[in-house]
């Protein structure tokens, strides 16, 4: 059974940084495409940035310039470093696996970003 687990959220002051970890279990963790989600208060889910296999990334406009999203596949561990944080980066951000069709989150980490 697959299993993310974040960390790394917490409160920081705009224009901070804060970097999030995800660790997974369960699967062969080098295949899958990995991938943070945020979603903010009254908001849907949406995409902040993913990292195949391969190692190939892709951002969120919102995101470009500001997050970098790693791996470690030794340690099954992706990364998600977040600079030059505001406001509107609040929310629960959320881990999430893929492979083959199938799909798996962790709970969670929430950042709140003050003004």
């Known amino acids: 059974q697959v299993q993310l687990v974040e960390s790394g959220g917490g409160l920081v002051q705009a224009g901070g940084s804060l970097r999030l970890s995800c660790v997974g279990s369960g699967g062969r963790f080098s295949l899958f495409t990995m991938g943070w989600y945020r979603q903010g208060p009254g908001k849907t889910r949406e995409l902040v940035a993913f990292?195949?296999?391969?190692?190939?990334?892709n951002y969120a406009d919102s995101a470009k310039g500001r997050f970098t999203i790693s791996r470690d596949n030794a340690k099954n561990t992706v990364f998600l470093q977040m600079n030059s944080l505001k406001p509107e980066d609040t929310g629960v951000y959320l881990c999430n696996g893929r492979y083959i069709g199938n799909y798996y989150w962790g709970q969670g980490t929430q950042v709140t970003v003050s003004s």
């Open positions: 990292i195949s296999s391969s190692g190939s990334t």
